[in-house]
């Protein structure tokens, strides 16, 4: 099946640590999108990616680092400089339309990071 | 970043009733998304819409693209259980290509 695949789904961070959220989409998707999701609130983006070996600051990127070396893949790291990184994280991934980015977002299930 | 008003936050509604919710932006948007997520899960695409005062249907729902290109609205009809869950709207400007998101519409239904 197509589709997007986060992992691990549950992630637990110690004080001063990084860690890796992992996305992996089959769908082909040009684009790749990393969310942060707290109670409450809407998504928040993060970084995204429209090509490999390129990507974008989103609106909330302090503390935390990416890289796009396959199309297929992007994952996000926390590292020790985010001090609030208890969130709900989200990946999506999207087509590149003719008219710059009207494919709609599809996204995972989600990883919840929660700290220690 | 965008902020999108959704509108309400919350429903609390008895089964068979209909549902209406809505988003605004101060900007004008080119493409306009609905999504719905069940608890623990990413959201699942409900409608894209691409044109101004586009009514678009799947299902029991429905959306609509504003004519000023600043608001989108979704519907939906004689609800059921399952329909339960949060439902957020995205939208798109003309320039860049970021999706701005609201901060969901909570439905509950009372069966």
């Known amino acids: 099946d197509g589709g997007i695949t986060q992992s691990p789904k549950y992630l637990f961070r110690k004080e001063g640590q990084n860690v890796t959220l992992s996305c992996e989409q089959n769908?082909?998707?040009?684009?790749m999108y990393w969310y942060r999701q707290d109670p409450g609130q809407g998504l928040r983006l993060i970084y995204y990616?429209?090509?490999?070996?390129?990507?974008q600051k989103g609106d909330i990127a302090e503390g935390y680092s990416v890289s796009r070396e396959k199309k297929e893949s992007f994952p996000l790291t926390v590292t020790s400089a985010q001090k609030n990184p208890t969130a709900f994280y989200l990946c999506a991934s999207s087509l590149i339309g003719p008219g710059q980015g009207d494919q709609p977002q599809h996204f995972g299930d989600g990883t919840r990071l929660s700290i220690l | 970043g965008q902020q999108l008003n959704q509108s309400p936050q919350s429903m609390f509604i008895q089964e068979g009733e209909d549902v209406s919710m809505n988003c605004t932006s101060s900007?004008?948007?080119?493409?306009w998304l609905w999504y719905k997520q069940d608890p623990g899960e990413g959201p699942v695409l409900l409608i894209a819409?691409?044109?101004?005062?586009e009514l678009t249907s799947n299902g029991r729902l429905t959306a609509q693209f504003g004519i000023t290109r600043k608001d989108s609205f979704l519907n939906i009809s004689a609800s059921i259980p399952s329909d339960v869950g949060i439902y957020f709207c995205?939208?798109?400007?003309?320039?860049?290509?970021?999706?701005?998101f609201g901060t969901g519409t909570s439905l509950t239904v009372i069966p």
């Open positions: 995205a939208g798109r400007m003309n320039t860049g290509n970021q999706f701005y």
């Open positions: 769908l082909n998707h040009d684009a």
């Open positions: 990616s429209q090509i490999v070996n390129d990507f």
């Open positions: 819409l691409y044109k101004a005062g």
């Open positions: 900007s004008i948007f080119n493409t």
